[in-house]
Nanobody, 118 residues
Framework: VQLQASGGGLVQVGGSMRLSCAAS????????MGWYRQAPGKQRELVAA???????NYADSVKGRFTISGDNAKNTVYLQMTSLKPEDSAVYYC?????????????WGQGTLVTVSS
């Protein structure tokens, strides 16, 4: 399974940005897709995730500002980010849990840098 993330870049405080992550390869289903982020000197943290059943969960720090959604037909997950703050600056990674002939496993995308400037 390969993940291709896109959409990062530089945005001003209060601005919006949408990240995309497309999964490709050989698998039967995607059970969960999520976005994580890692700022310099900090641990990687969950930002938001969505499951195949449609449930979602968010980090408290982004609730009400970020929205995760998935397009099952395109095997793509999106993260719409609004009201961005400098503390949202980080490398954002997508992660998927897939079911394939080899069982369940997770894969990470290459990361995309989001910089929120004041």
């Amino acid at each position: 399974v390969q993940l291709q993330a896109s959409g990062g870049g530089l945005v001003q405080v209060g601005g919006s940005m949408r990240l995309s992550c497309a999964a490709s390869g050989s698998f039967f289903s995607i059970n969960r897709m999520g976005w994580y982020r890692q700022a310099p000197g900090k641990q990687r943290e969950l930002v938001a995730a969505t499951t195949s059943s449609g449930s979602t969960n968010y980090a408290d720090s982004v609730k009400g500002r970020f929205t995760i959604s998935g397009d099952n037909a395109k095997n793509t997950v999106y993260l719409q980010m609004t009201s961005l703050k400098p503390e949202d600056s980080a490398v954002y990674y997508c992660n998927v849990l897939v079911y394939s002939s080899g069982g369940y496993f997770t894969t990470w995308g290459q990361g995309t840098l989001v910089t929120v400037s004041s």
